[in-house]
């Protein structure tokens, strides 16, 4: 995981108030793609976090303020398996701001 990041992270959980259970960090490109991901984990910069409810609003809310500019949200279902993605990309590959959600 990039160092900067995860200062990012823990300055964001500080903020939050709260434990943050990750899902999901750093990813091998091999495993991101067999799952369909897109890239974002195997470059440390990206994070699933296990929160659902008030609580997902509330993060959502906080997490540009630390400077992470992509947001993806799975809320639906089992609410063990309902997470926030952060992550702090740009560029090309990665054209930032973004939200979006999960199937």
Known sequence: MDPGFMRRLEDLRADFGRAMPVNSG???????AEIGGRGAHPTGHAVDVRVCGEDAYRLVALAPRHGF????????????RRFVHLDDLGGPNFPR???????
Do not use: A, F, N, S
């Not at 500019?69 to 063990?80: A, I, K, V």
């Not at 701001?97 to 199937?103: A, E, H, K």
């Open 26 to 32: 750093y990813r091998c490109p091999v495993h991101d």
């Open 69 to 80: 500019t992509g947001l993806g949200l799975q809320q639906r279902g089992d609410m063990e």
């Open 97 to 103: 701001p973004r939200v979006w959600t999960y199937p």
